[in-house]
């Protein structure tokens, strides 16, 4: 099972590697250059000289690109954060004015009589109920974003567990 990663927590995280790839990539670039210009006073064979030029252009550039590309990953990654925002309080509000009161007062109780709390054993039920009712009106959710909402609705439902 996949756990849930908020598109807020990606988008952070995208901000974080587009400016780290971007910053290390130009600064490298910027050092081999000042190496080939003489400024950096480092003693090196030519040859030695070539080739770390080579190799380490190839990578500052790979970073970069990396940097670059995700920062043209932000836009849409902004568009997918603020959709599912939309997405969850829609149903949260959606849920809690149609059927919370009526689950509060639902009887689970078809389970079997065991030492284990009455709460614990009406856990899946109850999660079962929700997660029914909002898969038939929004059907399109993926599993881990439907676990998240469940959860929150099932706290704010059923507080006490």
Same mark, same amino acid.
């Given at each position: 099972?996949?756990?849930?990663v908020?598109?807020?927590?990606r988008l952070e995280d995208m901000k974080s590697t587009a400016w780290s790839f971007s910053i290390v990539g130009i600064a490298g670039i910027l050092l081999l250059i000042l190496l080939?210009?003489?400024?950096?006073?480092?003693?090196?064979v030519q040859d030695t000289k070539i080739i770390?030029?080579?190799v380490m252009g190839i990578l500052f550039?790979?970073?970069l690109f990396v940097g670059i590309h995700a920062f043209a990953s932000l836009n849409k990654l902004r568009m997918s954060a603020s959709n599912e925002k939309n997405t969850y309080d829609a149903? @949260? #509000?959606?849920f809690?004015? +149609?059927?919370a009161e009526a689950l509060q007062n639902k009887d689970f109780s078809g389970t079997e009589s065991t030492d284990v709390n009455s709460s614990e054993l009406l856990y899946f039920p109850?999660?079962?109920? @929700? #997660?029914?009712?909002?898969? +038939?009106?929004?059907?399109?959710?993926?599993?881990?974003?439907?676990d998240h909402i469940v959860e929150d609705l099932y706290a704010k439902i059923f507080p006490e567990n």
């Amino acid at each position: 099972m996949k756990i849930y990663v908020d598109q807020n927590t990606r988008l952070e995280d995208m901000k974080s590697t587009a400016w780290s790839f971007s910053i290390v990539g130009i600064a490298g670039i910027l050092l081999l250059i000042l190496l080939w210009m003489g400024v950096l006073p480092l003693q090196i064979v030519q040859d030695t000289k070539i080739i770390l030029t080579v190799v380490m252009g190839i990578l500052f550039a790979f970073f970069l690109f990396v940097g670059i590309h995700a920062f043209a990953s932000l836009n849409k990654l902004r568009m997918s954060a603020s959709n599912e925002k939309n997405t969850y309080d829609a149903i @949260i #509000s959606w849920f809690m004015d +149609s059927y919370a009161e009526a689950l509060q007062n639902k009887d689970f109780s078809g389970t079997e009589s065991t030492d284990v709390n009455s709460s614990e054993l009406l856990y899946f039920p109850r999660y079962q109920e @929700i #997660s029914t009712i909002i898969t +038939s009106k929004y059907p399109n959710l993926s599993e881990e974003f439907l676990d998240h909402i469940v959860e929150d609705l099932y706290a704010k439902i059923f507080p006490e567990n």
